[in-house]
């Protein structure tokens, strides 16, 4: 097998490696975990070890089988092997993601009919398809699409599917009226797809496992050809690869498996965090190598990073470093609201770019959830700074913000034929397809346009049931457009929508992608809100103008020099300059559910935010920056924000706090993780108007006294729920939409639309 050069590209590869990598790289025998900190060469390690099996003769490439999770990484991962080797010498190896090899893996044994009903040619159904399949099913087992959708059933069966449980185990699990409807699928779901010779992707992997269960010959095949198995990303295994993986290397025990636990994330994808953490267990003669230097970061963002991830009691012992220099202090921000946290990342990438000479590629802002993105997305566009939404659509692209604006759109303008038609029966109504393509027809026969077909529905051939609801979509839709007049457009959005059915159809399958949704809606209200109170002229038709010039200028990417805008989740295994991480809240980050998970003692969930922020933070090569608001604007409504926990277990040795306000002042001490911000030093004229160290609780309620809005006057003492006292400093506006800033004693000058304001007079 080996070459006379074998033993000259073995050195060479081995002299580009640090001592812990070498030391990965030459154990070649027996089980391998390599523990593997953010940043510290692990994709190097792992093609150099597949490199020096080949150059020492250990291994032929074809016995070697390489595991990922991307397709990308997998492709690059088999050009780095290539490259370290002599021409023609590294073809051969398999690398691929899990579905993609046993894709290879089905396609070839099925020519034997291993598995009866399937053969070599099966399909691979999508999640469109299945849910075709299952929208079917559902009308064949009267199963009403109001009480459970075909996307919760298809949800509920590839968990079970991915915790191996069968149709006749679930049935037999099932208790809520849901998961007796999804019980009752799960079978004929089943049948339907071998019925089909199709697969859908759990099956790419649980049908894999079924043929070595059931045909040990094939599995010793592979176990024969494999004799090297090598597994990136292993903290994001789920259950079913963890067994092919402990199969196939069950004979020769040559398993490598590169990961790292503080790094797993993906719990909610199935990823099982055990397997890395057992996996000493599982091999207890297996070698262990920590690679715990990092080549990315700055030694303050390593401590910091280090220092975050101490706090979880699940995890495999391991101590970042770095030669890298010390760098800037992390800059901690207190913003006053999500509107001006977005403004001051803005400021900063601008600084930076200007006059430092970053690409603008260099910064990525991340958050929590997608709906965080409309903020940043404003901000930048306002200051001109090109961008894009990575993993993701444009925050106006998404699905069920197009749904929600095509119901606005028809309040102004009620020909609207594509809004009409986008959301006619969604959520669905009664009013189908026929009923539809005829209202078109006649439209167009008496040339009128399809709403003015609705309002003459009396006149065609439909079924009762229709016309009663194009009259009550007819009633809704009039109803609303015409209130737009006397009140305020948020407010009328928000009804509309609720009315309509579109939150109640996004809230009933009460998952995180559904809530996620759900956020996206109600941050678009937001942006209504926070348009109509910044400009008196401002209406819910100059909002959509706004918004269609936005899209319009998105579609433009003609540059590949831009921020970066992205959730945490989607951050994973990517670097940058500068990183600003918005959102650092309590009930955003960690996550609403984690912060409830914990109160009742489960700190599974918050022990997994934890690790979100600390991948986020290792994405940073140079600056770090860290934002909390006091307040967000969330579905029409100013909430109070607690500064996030994480915010307070950072090494603070490594951090510079940096306030906000208005005034030329700044914060003297503010405090995280307790709760409120204290000890705000405003100056001298502000702190005049009342005692900022008396806060809302202190002050007598005979000081507070209810007013009208209309009596709202500059120079009135106020006191709000949430900001605290106040002077009025000017009033605009008259009725639902008189708006008036204030000057509060702690929270500086803010703009308040009144009618949400409730302001009390201090006698």
């Known amino acids: ?80 092997v290539i490259n370290m080797l002599p021409k023609g010498i590294g073809d051969g190896v398999t690398m691929g993601t899990f579905h993609s090899v046993m894709v290879r893996v089905m396609r070839e044994e099925l020519r034997e009919g291993w598995l009866p009903g399937f053969t070599h040619r ?113 903290q994001d295994t789920n259950r079913v690869q963890y067994l092919l993986s402990r199969l196939i290397a069950s004979i020769h025990t040559n398993l490598c498996v590169v990961g790292d636990d503080a790094q797993s994330i993906y719990a909610f994808r199935g990823a099982d965090m055990r397997n890395i ?46 030669q890298n220099d010390s760098g800037d202090h992390i800059t901690l921000i207190e913003a006053l609201n999500g509107r001006q946290e977005a403004e001051k990342a803005t400021d900063r990438i601008r600084v930076h770019h200007e006059r430092h000479g970053y690409a603008y590629s260099d910064f990525a802002v991340l958050y929590r959830t997608n709906a965080q993105s409309r903020n940043f997305e404003d901000a930048l566009r306002a200051r001109r700074v090109p961008y894009r939404v990575y993993g993701g659509t444009s925050f106006y692209q998404r699905k069920e913000i197009k749904d929600a604006l095509a119901y606005l759109r028809l309040l102004i303008n009620k020909d609207d034929l594509a809004s009409l038609i986008r959301i006619i029966n969604y959520p669905s109504r009664g009013i189908g397809l026929k009923t539809q393509e005829r209202l078109v027809d006649y439209a167009r026969f008496n040339g009128i346009s399809v709403w003015a077909a609705m ?98 200028a ?46 009742k003692k489960n700190s599974g969930g918050l022990e997994e935010e934890r690790r979100l922020f600390y991948v986020g933070v290792t994405r940073a090569e140079r600056h770090l920056y860290l934002a909390h608001a006091r307040s967000r604007l969330r579905f029409g409504f100013v909430r109070d924000c607690t500064p996030s926990r994480f915010l307070s277990e950072v090494d603070q040795g490594v951090t510079r706090r940096e306030g906000t306000s208005p005034f030329e002042g700044a914060p003297s001490a503010v405090t995280f993780g307790g709760g409120r911000l204290r000890h705000f030093h405003a100056p001298s004229s502000s702190r005049s108007l009342v005692d900022p160290k008396r806060t809302v609780s202190q002050l007598p309620k005979t000081e507070a006294k209810p007013i009208s809005i209309e009596a709202i006057r500059p120079g009135l003492h106020v006191l709000h729920d949430l900001f605290g006292a106040g002077r009025v400093v000017s009033v605009s506006g008259h009725g639902a939409r008189k708006t008036a800033t204030v000057n509060f004693a702690e929270r500086g000058q803010m703009k308040l639309m009144l009618s949400f304001a409730k302001l009390r007079v201090l006698s």
Not at 22 to 49: D, F, M
Not at 291 to 306: F, H, M, P, V, W
Not at 562 to 575: D, Q
């Open 1 to 80: 097998m080996s070459t006379p050069s074998g033993n000259i590209e073995a050195e060479r590869i081995l002299l580009e490696l640090n001592d812990k990598q070498q030391e990965a790289v030459q154990c070649t025998a027996g089980p391998l975990l390599v523990i593997a900190g953010p940043g510290s060469g692990k994709t190097r390690v792992l093609t150099s070890r597949v490199a020096y099996l080949i150059a020492t003769g250990k291994a032929w490439p074809r016995q070697i089988l390489a595991l990922t999770f991307t397709n990308k990484a997998a492709r690059e991962m088999q050009r780095r």
């Open 122 to 234: 099966f399909s691979i159904y999508d999640t469109d398809d299945t849910e075709r399949v299952i929208r079917q099913l559902m009308e064949q087992h009267r199963i009403n699409k109001k009480t459970i959708t075909p996307r919760v059933v298809r949800s509920a069966i590839s968990r079970a599917k991915n915790r191996m449980i069968t149709p006749s185990q679930y049935a037999q699990a099932a208790k809520t009226p849901n998961q007796e409807r999804i019980a009752r699928l799960f079978g004929p779901y089943t049948e339907a797809l071998h019925g089909a010779n199709a697969m859908d992707f759990d099956d790419l992997l649980l049908k894999p496992l079924e043929l070595f269960r059931d045909h040990p010959q094939v599995l010793e095949k592979y176990q024969r050809r494999w004799q090297y198995v090598h597994i990136d990303e292993y």
């Open 277 to 322: 953490l057992d996996f000493q267990e599982d091999y207890p003669d297996a070698a262990v190598v920590r690679l715990e230097q990092n080549y990315r970061s700055t030694g303050k963002i390593i401590r910091l990073a280090d220092s975050i991830i101490k706090h979880n009691r699940r995890q495999l012992k391991k101590d970042l470093w770095t």
């Open 455 to 552: 309002e003459q529905s009396r006149h065609l051939q439909l079924h009762s049931r229709a016309k009663k609801a194009l009259m009550a979509f007819l009633t809704l839709t009039d109803r609303h457009r015409s209130r737009l007049s006397s009140e305020e457009p948020d407010v009328v959005a928000r009804e509309l929508l609720t009315e309509a059915g579109l939150f109640p159809e996004l809230e009933k399958e009460s998952t995180p992608q559904s809530e996620a949704r759900v956020q996206n809606v109600q941050e678009l209200i937001s942006a209504i809100a926070q348009h109509t109170a910044d400009d008196s002229e401002a209406t819910l038709s100059t909002f959509l103008q706004s918004v269609a010039l936005l899209t319009d």
């Open 554 to 599: 998105d579609e433009r990417a003609d540059s590949q020099d831009t921020v970066t805008l992205m959730t945490l989740h989607a951050s994973k295994g990517l670097e940058f300059k500068v990183v600003f991480i918005g959102g650092l809240e309590e009930e955003l980050f960690p996550s609403y559910r984690a912060v409830e998970d914990a109160r």
